[in-house]
């Protein structure tokens, strides 16, 4: 019961933020913040002390390629997934290689006995958000179950910001600074794709244009565009982007076969962090 109410008024939340009808500072915000923080202290209690973090355990993958965490506190940590293979197995899915889970190198940072959301499915392992497996950038794990209530209400109420750097094909206008446009997914595993449709769920995206550039090679028009994102549905990013006609670098999934493999002869990996 303390769960679902939880999940509904963060529903209601997000929907008066993107309405523009949330006001942060008010008595509302105060009030379920407070009644959030104690739905994550009853759902599953942890203890206060906080342990240093300790060394990643050996991994298959080179130094580079692995992640690292680049900021910890307390009750919640920020890390660095590298580009492909990685992937943020939050319970709705799960990798077969466990040297595929993210959650493998946060179980060696963290100890289960001390946190043990991180090894609960029901609260994905404590992950905030998804990134697409070949997408690098950061990832927000909450180390408690207050934590994590307390990141989705600052998420939810649009006080927590995700931006992105894209590069993307054609010369983006740079007057645009909105794609609104409503995304569907199918839900039929990571692997599935999403579509820009009525059907959707509502769907927000700023970009801001940083450069303009062309390819000597071949003269291909570039524009570098740094993103940001109000909601975070699946490959919203790369959807939307492709949807007002500049698909992302590299991108197997949203750009045409005879771009993608053009663009991954001098970009071996999905031009998204």
């Not at 990643?56 to 580009?83: Q, T």
């Not at 466990?98 to 609960?120: C, K």
């Amino acid at each position: 019961v303390l769960e679902e109410f939880a999940a509904r008024a963060l529903d209601v939340i997000w929907a008066c933020n993107y309405a523009g009808r949330w006001r942060p500072d008010g008595f509302a915000a105060a009030a379920l913040r407070r009644a959030l923080r104690r739905v994550g202290q009853v759902v599953a209690p942890t203890r206060s002390l906080v342990v240093p973090l300790i060394a990643a355990a050996p991994s298959l993958h080179s130094e580079e390629d692995r992640p690292h965490v680049v900021l910890e506190l307390g009750d919640r940590l920020v890390v660095h997934k590298p580009p492909s293979c990685w992937q943020v197995d939050d319970g709705q899915d799960e990798p077969e290689d466990a040297q595929l889970r993210l959650s493998t190198f946060v179980h060696a940072m963290a100890p289960l006995r001390q946190w043990p959301i991180l090894d609960d499915p029901g609260f994905g392992r404590g992950f905030l958000h998804r990134l697409d497996i070949p997408s690098s950038g950061l990832v927000l794990v909450a180390k408690s179950h207050e934590a994590l209530y307390d990141l989705r209400l600052q998420m939810a109420s649009g006080q927590l910001e995700r931006d992105y750097v894209v590069l993307c094909h054609g010369w983006m206008r740079p007057e645009r600074r909105e794609v609104r446009a409503k995304i569907h997914w199918f839900g039929l595993g990571r692997q599935a794709a999403s579509v820009v449709s009525p059907a959707g769920r509502p769907s927000l995206t700023w970009p801001k244009v940083l450069a303009h550039a062309s390819r000597p090679e071949s003269g291909e028009a570039l524009t570098l565009v740094v993103i940001r994102i109000a909601t975070g549905r699946q490959h919203q990013i790369r959807v939307h982007t492709a949807h007002i006609g500049h698909p992302t670098v590299s991108d197997k999934k949203y750009a045409p076969d005879e771009t993608r493999i053009s663009d991954l002869t001098w970009c071996p990996r999905n031009f998204l962090h």
